[in-house]
């Protein structure tokens, strides 16, 4: 069962930045519906006048970027020193990534101009900033893809890691993906489905997914399924309480298999239910179904918008 720390709270202050049209604004916006007190865009000239009075009395989210005319890599992480340095606060740096490719087309679909290239084509502004960045993003504590997240996944993925949780002290997120596609970007737990028996041989089973029960069916049937799992609710039995001692608030279980569909989605949904059925507070998300339902333009096959709570 979840298990609260005795340590004295810390109220959080996230610093929120990344390239322009990466969703810094469905961030800050999702920020604030859970309960943070939110600037976007301040001058951090004034950070310091800022935190520098009464000690924060709620969760503060600040959101800063190139538009501002006192941005520099070296000025941000002078100003996440001088937040790190503030009794009762926990600071993170939250950076949102997105490729570069993702970038331009956002912007051609929105014809906004890019702020760092207001007279030019936006590819020049979009690599003049990710240049600038780079030194910023080594030292994100906590970074968010977007490049395949779409604005409703960008907001239950900031969420469930910042929201401030009465009864739980740490947030769970399973996902299913695919090797193919690499590991999910910021993964604390990654494990392999692959040596499971495939339903993608299976001539019945293959349209379908992980989602489908005569899916989950062939793939419980493998002798090695049900060890398995029974191994990895027991490992989590034992680091969860660990990690909540250490201060975590947030962990990402990532279940891989070829193609992302079949195997690591019925172990997703799997472990979800156990650790839902434990008391935990869980949020799934199946990376390459939301991803096909995207190019197809339908609904993912077993979960809503490709992200849902358990």
Known sequence: MPTSTSAPQ??????????????????????????????????????????SGQPLKQPMALGLDVRNRDFSPQALLAAMKLANALPD????????????????????ETRRNHPMARQEDPTEGIQRELSLLQGVRGHA?????????????????????????????????????????????????????????????????????????????????????????????????HLLPGYIREGRSHLLIAFGCTGGKHRSVFVTETLAESLANRGWQVSIRHRELNRFASLSGQRPASAEDGEQSA
Not at 179 to 184: F, M, S, T, V, W
Request: glycine content about 8%.
């Open 89 to 108: 606060t926990a600071a993170e740096l939250l950076y949102l990534d997105c490729r570069a490719d993702v970038l331009r087309r956002r912007y051609n």
């Open 141 to 237: 504590d906590v970074l968010i893809d977007t490049s395949e997240l779409s604005p409703h996944e960008l907001r239950q993925a900031v969420s469930t890691r910042f929201a401030p949780s009465q009864d739980q002290a740490i947030g769970l997120t399973v996902q299913s993906f695919s090797y193919k596609r690499g590991l999910p970007q910021g993964a604390d737990i990654v494990m392999d489905c692959r040596f499971l028996h495939n339903p993608h041989w299976q001539p019945e089973l293959r349209d379908m997914d992980g989602g489908d029960a005569p899916v989950g069916a062939y793939v419980a049937r493998d002798p090695g399924y049900a060890p398995f799992i029974a191994g990895l609710e027991n490992m989590l039995t």
């Open 10 to 51: 810390k109220t959080p202050l996230v610093l929120l930045t990344g390239p322009s049209g990466a969703g810094r604004t469905t961030a800050i916006k999702a920020l604030e519906d859970v309960g943070y007190e939110t600037i976007d865009n301040l001058p951090l000239g004034l950070l310091q006048r800022l935190l």
